[in-house]
């Protein structure tokens, strides 16, 4: 069964360090998300990508955060300059997003350790 | 505002009980999701439930909505020790494209 993955699954890096995260979404998905996960709170929603460009960001995705789609399969979220309170787990996911298909597919995160 | 919240935050069973989260959520939707987090992993799609549906079963998951209470409730039946994980809910808003809004989450652990 077709699965979004995420690379790498444990980064680590000091503070004001540029991080990539990597997601490679399901292949005939539409709609692609980022989101995040600080440590025993919930899972809030960052960005959302379609047709090559943002659809919808939150309050969190400030200027520090950019996404792309740089080839028909990755999709990179990139933290220019980190701070402490950006370690979290991220998640990206993919929707099909043709009819009424609303189910999005998490991938299985990225620990992001900021020190 | 706050949308999906769950109770309980967290539930102790039996092996063979059936468990029973609640989400209650504030704004219109076009669907609820039910999601499963196994301790610092990934989140796993469970169930989907339209708002213009009010019961729905997938094997031993059971989903229903109340779109006038705002309120869904998810029930696993027979449970297992492999059940044990935290369970959120998650709604869409009403263009169905609009992102997940999770909840908290409730903290299930299935004692064999």
């Known amino acids: 069964e077709p699965e979004v993955t995420q690379t790498p699954s444990h980064q680590v890096t000091q503070m004001g360090q540029e991080v990539i995260l990597r997601c490679v979404p399901i292949?005939?998905?539409?709609?692609f998300y980022w989101y995040r996960q600080i440590l025993g709170q919930k899972v809030e929603f960052l960005v959302s990508?379609?047709?090559?460009?943002?659809?919808?960001k939150s309050e969190i995705f400030d200027d520090q955060f950019s996404v792309e789609r740089p080839d028909g399969s990755n999709f990179t979220l990139k933290i220019r300059s980190t701070k402490l309170e950006d370690s979290a787990m991220y998640f990206c996911?993919?929707?099909?997003?043709?009819?009424?298909?609303?189910?999005?597919?998490f991938g299985p995160g990225t620990r992001l350790t900021v020190t | 505002s706050q949308q999906g919240e769950e109770d309980p935050q967290a539930l102790s069973i039996q092996e063979g009980e059936n468990a029973t989260m609640n989400c209650s959520y504030k704004?219109?939707?076009?669907?609820l999701q039910w999601y499963r987090q196994n301790s610092g992993r990934g989140l796993v799609h469970l169930i989907l439930?339209?708002?213009?549906?009010r019961e729905k079963h997938s094997g031993r998951l059971r989903v229903t909505l109340d779109t006038s209470k705002k309120s869904s409730s998810l029930l696993i039946t027979a449970s297992r020790a492999a059940d044990t994980a935290s369970y959120f809910c998650a709604t869409a808003g009403n263009s169905g494209n609009t992102p997940l809004v999770f909840g908290k989450g409730t903290r299930l652990s299935v004692i064999a």
């Open positions: 990508f379609y047709n090559n460009e943002i659809s919808e």
């Open positions: 439930i339209r708002s213009n549906e």
């Open positions: 292949s005939n998905h539409l709609y």
């Open positions: 996911a993919s929707r099909l997003g043709q009819g009424s298909t609303y189910e999005q597919y």
């Open positions: 704004t219109s939707i076009n669907n």
